[in-house]
């Protein structure tokens, strides 16, 4: 297996601002698997917001990605050599290789292994992976949505937020999706169901229109973003409202962004404000999975996604990804499958 | 029963503050009761800081006092006539008969009679009344503190703080207290057993205070106040920490202050942030006020009561809370009791 591993190493974090700058693309040997090991090629890279805060020293929920070390991501990748018993050669594997071509396993990163016929490959980083697990168990741990409640979703067309919107549909609810772009909005209403949906760029006063989309008021809020979205969505809550915050992608800076204080807004409503992090939920990922795998294949739950080739293009991909530019799930196809 | 029935009208909301002005003192004549109908001479008032949002038009989980009417507020007071069945002349209620000496009562208005050996009758206005149940349903039910965690309360030698701080201990947690006084601290250490009570206005670094105070962070807020004193409480949340909002005293001007937005920190600890409101958490309140009972009857629990003589005093008292110079639950005398 003698050849180059082009991989992507962090040079510097982000905290004054994400920029493909950030990543150097260097080349190494393909390394050969020792006793215990496993040889992976990358096929598939899966970009993900939450990229923004792995690179920065904002307080967070992992420490930074160190500098000089190969960039995280999740990965499906195929073993083409192995010395390891669970991860024979030919087989798929959901993992976390990285921003590189090749890497060594000793299993420790790997999550597991995938049938082919079961799922397209690409399933497994969206609907069947951790994109549609943290749909699914933030909005139904946290956000706890009953038939016939209003659900709100920030970034509705995202990887993310577009499966929220349609398991909350599946389980009964009114579903409004706010996002931003003209065939965004179209995406939401003919892709992924939702019963109305709002381009906060476009609407004049964003507050009324939520007012308008959601009459009965909100009972579930799936926050991606905070700042002003959010601060439009608070006026709205029903008493006992929950927000189920996954995401903080319109706060620029950390901690020291301002907004109206929420207090007023919660204690009159008596509402819920939740950090959700996929990590603490992963005893219900199997049950999960198993009813998101029941959807897709009954087409009943769908996903675009935005391919990228070639490793060389994970930065821009990710670039594009913070800017709102993608649509659908963001990947980076690395590598082709051994016939 | 014929005499003069002083009461206090409202004749303004205080949205742009609460001053004595506000009400006015007027003459009426002390009414007979009708049937099924019971006359209550009142004896106590309870001063509430959530007097505050009963009486300004900002959004709220009740509708403001009418302007005109009789202002609303927590009594304990006696039956001296009565055509109501449930109500002899003699019996002592707790209800909400509001800023007036004499009150007729058709037993809407009535929460429970009081046997005057169980406990002093002011008790039931904090301990055992609704002070004590918002203390020990917000903590337990929203705060769900554990044996061993950390819990921080603001007010925290208020009616409701201090008994939040006592029943935390009872709880098996370290609790430390935030308050604005130098004798306040003291009661907090000697009165209410905190573990540790920080002057908000004397430390020149509140958040680094509140580190050291709570070396292995912070998992319970029971909030009063909101604004600044959070904000340094939400910089040493551990995960999974839980934030009971009780109170917004420290934020005052409803929904537009501006504060450092949480929806980072809430992500990055898996925290919760929760409005509670003792009236949606009735069904557990009988069991609640059994424990509290129990704790005060055995002399576990603290009371500290300011009162003041004569309903003439109401509006400087609510001016006392709201300013903090009170110590202790703020009552009003308003009668004595029938030999």
Not at 280 to 300: C, F, I, T, V
Request: with cysteine.
């Amino acid at each position: 297996m003698a050849g180059v591993n082009h991989r992507y190493i962090l040079r510097a974090h982000g905290d004054e601002g994400i920029t493909a700058e950030l990543f150097a693309l260097e080349e190494a040997p393909v390394p050969e698997p020792g006793p215990g090991q496993c040889l992976i090629k990358v096929l598939w890279l899966s970009v993900d917001p939450a990229m923004r805060g792995w690179i920065s020293t904002w307080p967070n929920y992992r420490d930074p990605v160190a500098l000089g070390s190969v960039m995280v991501g999740f990965t499906v990748g195929q073993v083409l050599a192995s010395r390891h018993p669970d991860y024979p050669v030919g087989c798929f594997v959901l993992g976390r290789q990285g921003w590189q071509e090749w890497a060594l396993s000793d299993g420790s990163d790997i999550d597991r292994r995938l049938d082919p016929d079961q799922a397209p490959l690409t399933a497994h980083l969206h609907v069947l992976g951790h994109t549609g697990l943290t749909a699914y168990l933030g909005l139904m741990r946290v956000g706890q949505p009953m038939p016939g409640e209003t659900v709100v979703v920030s970034t509705a067309a995202g990887a993310v937020g577009s499966t929220v919107g349609q398991i909350a549909k599946l389980k009964g609810c009114r579903t409004v999706g706010i996002t931003g772009a003209p065939d965004k909005i179209a995406s939401c209403l003919k892709d992924f169901g939702y019963d109305a949906a709002l381009d906060y760029k476009a609407e004049p006063d964003l507050p009324a229109a939520l007012g308008r989309a959601c009459p009965a008021g909100i009972d579930v809020y799936f926050d991606n973003v905070g700042g002003e979205i959010s601060d439009a969505v608070m006026q709205h809550l029903n008493v006992g409202a929950r927000v189920v915050i996954c995401g903080t992608l319109g706060i620029l800076d950390g901690e020291t962004a301002l907004g109206p204080r929420v207090n007023r807004q919660l204690l009159v409503k008596r509402a819920r404000m939740e950090g959700f992090l996929i990590l603490d939920h992963l005893d219900h990922a199997e049950a999960a999975r198993a009813e998101l795998a029941q959807w897709y294949q009954a087409g009943k739950l769908r996903a675009r996604e935005e391919v990228v080739d070639g490793l060389a293009q994970a930065p821009e991909a990710l670039m594009r990804l913070l800017r709102g530019d993608n649509r659908g799930k963001m990947l980076v196809r690395v590598g082709a499958p051994a016939d």
